[in-house]
């Protein structure tokens, strides 16, 4: 028999035992008290590989005293769906929770994400969904509204040394594992301690009496991560990604954007981005650009990868090279603030529309001429705001 993966040996069962996430499980946090005060909530857990989703899962569940039925998006369908509401249903009448745990939530299309959806609403099942995708992009409206969307960040260096430790403890290791290769384990697991500890494992199989640097190494090359050991992970590399379109480098846009698509990124999530810098960051100095990044992210969705590399590669060029404007930008937050700074300001008379001869006669429309450019002497902005200026004329 296949033996138990020292990952899955030591997956914690209590909060206690979990290392990272303190922003919620520390005391008074929300995920620490649901799991304390025992209530239940249908959450959506948002975060990268081994940083703990489906450890959080089935702790609440246990906590819950909940009959907890796992299942992955990527081999399930509705038919399963239907089994697993009949046994809630069943669940319900013996006076038990149900919490279904959909690993990778956001493969499930949006007909299969509909089936939960009634029975969350009635409380027959809480539903507890992972993803390592944008939840905002990936479930459905409906589903998101009724569901808590907790981030998971990934675990830090420390942590996964922490981790290490504990597993070194645990297991009937008799092999010594200095702490630069406790370090180097940590530092090659991208903040995945499943990563980190499959390397240990490993690496300990591998070894002789000492775990050195060049027996990890052997251990992890099948699996050295995509990101360097610096830790910047999927936001990083995006955040760079941007910096360097807006600032007109296109060997370094490049270089990040095939860091990104080397390390498995979502090539959608890399179009959406580029499809916003072309308002946000081009504009008005060349609006055509935002054809170019849309025309690219329909091409991502209905090509697929490889072969929409090419689009990918094509689109960043454009927005690299092209002149920069913040126009837009600045004009949508100028907007924005005079629309929150005066709320309820009437329209005027000569901009209203008059159905009706009462309307006419109060002054609705009037002065007003149906024509092309046409400029009324009075402008078109409320009164208290006649004098604002929310997009510069220079940029225009």
């Given at each position: 028999?296949?033996?138990?993966?020292?990952?899955?040996?030591?997956r914690?069962?209590t909060?206690?035992?979990?290392?990272?996430?303190?922003?919620?499980l520390a005391?008074g946090?929300l995920?620490?008290q649901?799991?304390?005060?025992k209530?239940?909530?249908s959450?959506?857990?948002?975060?990268?590989?081994g940083?703990?989703?489906?450890?959080?899962?089935?702790?609440?569940?246990?906590a819950?005293d909940a009959?907890?039925?796992?299942?992955?998006?990527?081999?399930?369908?509705i038919a399963?769906?239907?089994?697993?509401?009949?046994?809630a249903?069943e669940n319900?009448?013996?006076?038990?929770r149900?919490i279904?745990?959909v690993?990778?939530?956001?493969?499930?299309?949006?007909?299969?994400?509909?089936a939960f959806?009634?029975?969350?609403?009635?409380?027959?099942?809480?539903?507890?969904?992972?993803?390592?995708?944008?939840?905002s992009?990936?479930v459905?409206?409906?589903?998101?509204?009724?569901?808590r969307v907790?981030v998971?960040?990934?675990?830090?260096?420390?942590?996964?040394?922490?981790?290490?430790?504990r597993?070194?403890?645990?297991?009937?290791n008799?092999?010594?594992?200095?702490k630069?290769?406790?370090?180097?384990?940590?530092e090659?697991?991208?903040?995945?301690?499943r990563?980190?500890?499959?390397?240990?494992e490993l690496a300990?199989s591998?070894?002789?009496?000492?775990?050195d640097?060049?027996?990890?190494?052997r251990a992890?090359?099948?699996?050295l991560?995509r990101?360097?050991?610096?830790g910047e992970y999927h936001?990083?590399?995006?955040?760079?990604f941007i910096?360097?379109?807006?600032?007109s480098?296109?060997?370094a846009t490049?270089?990040?954007?095939?860091?990104?698509l080397?390390?498995?990124?979502?090539?959608?999530?890399?179009a959406r981005r580029?499809?916003?810098?072309?308002?946000?960051?081009?504009g008005?100095a060349a609006s055509?650009?935002?054809?170019?990044?849309?025309?690219?992210?329909?091409?991502?969705e209905?090509?697929?990868?490889?072969?929409?590399?090419?689009?990918l590669?094509?689109?960043?060029l454009?927005l690299?090279?092209?002149?920069k404007?913040r126009?837009?930008t600045?004009a949508?937050?100028?907007?924005?603030?005079?629309?929150r700074d005066?709320p309820?300001?009437p329209v005027?008379?000569?901009?209203?529309?008059?159905?009706?001869?009462?309307?006419k006669?109060?002054?609705?429309?009037?002065?007003?001429?149906w024509?092309?450019?046409?400029?009324?002497?009075?402008?078109?902005l409320?009164e208290?705001?006649?004098?604002?200026?929310?997009?510069n004329?220079?940029?225009?």
């Amino acid at each position: 028999m296949q033996e138990t993966p020292l990952a899955e040996k030591l997956r914690p069962i209590t909060i206690k035992d979990v290392v990272g996430q303190e922003h919620l499980l520390a005391k008074g946090q929300l995920l620490q008290q649901i799991i304390v005060k025992k209530q239940p909530a249908s959450l959506i857990l948002w975060g990268p590989p081994g940083s703990g989703k489906t450890t959080l899962a089935r702790i609440v569940a246990s906590a819950l005293d909940a009959d907890f039925i796992e299942i992955s998006a990527v081999t399930s369908g509705i038919a399963e769906v239907k089994t697993i509401i009949k046994r809630a249903e069943e669940n319900r009448r013996l006076g038990m929770r149900t919490i279904l745990f959909v690993d990778e939530i956001h493969r499930f299309n949006k007909a299969q994400q509909d089936a939960f959806l009634p029975h969350v609403e009635s409380g027959l099942i809480t539903l507890i969904g992972a993803t390592t995708e944008n939840p905002s992009f990936e479930v459905i409206t409906p589903l998101l509204s009724r569901s808590r969307v907790l981030v998971l960040t990934p675990l830090q260096k420390t942590e996964i040394v922490t981790i290490l430790k504990r597993a070194l403890k645990k297991t009937s290791n008799t092999k010594s594992v200095p702490k630069a290769s406790l370090e180097y384990i940590a530092e090659l697991s991208g903040g995945d301690a499943r990563v980190a500890l499959g390397n240990l494992e490993l690496a300990l199989s591998l070894s002789g009496e000492k775990v050195d640097i060049e027996t990890v190494k052997r251990a992890a090359q099948a699996k050295l991560p995509r990101y360097d050991k610096q830790g910047e992970y999927h936001y990083n590399l995006i955040s760079a990604f941007i910096k360097s379109m807006r600032g007109s480098d296109a060997d370094a846009t490049l270089y990040y954007l095939a860091r990104m698509l080397e390390a498995g990124e979502d090539p959608k999530f890399i179009a959406r981005r580029m499809v916003i810098f072309a308002s946000e960051d081009v504009g008005l100095a060349a609006s055509a650009a935002l054809n170019v990044a849309v025309s690219t992210f329909l091409a991502v969705e209905r090509i697929g990868m490889p072969e929409c590399n090419y689009n990918l590669y094509h689109c960043a060029l454009v927005l690299a090279k092209t002149k920069k404007s913040r126009s837009v930008t600045e004009a949508m937050q100028n907007a924005q603030k005079a629309a929150r700074d005066f709320p309820n300001e009437p329209v005027p008379l000569h901009l209203r529309n008059a159905p009706t001869k009462l309307m006419k006669e109060l002054g609705y429309q009037e002065g007003y001429q149906w024509q092309a450019d046409f400029k009324h002497a009075k402008g078109f902005l409320p009164e208290k705001l006649k004098d604002i200026t929310i997009i510069n004329p220079e940029n225009t």
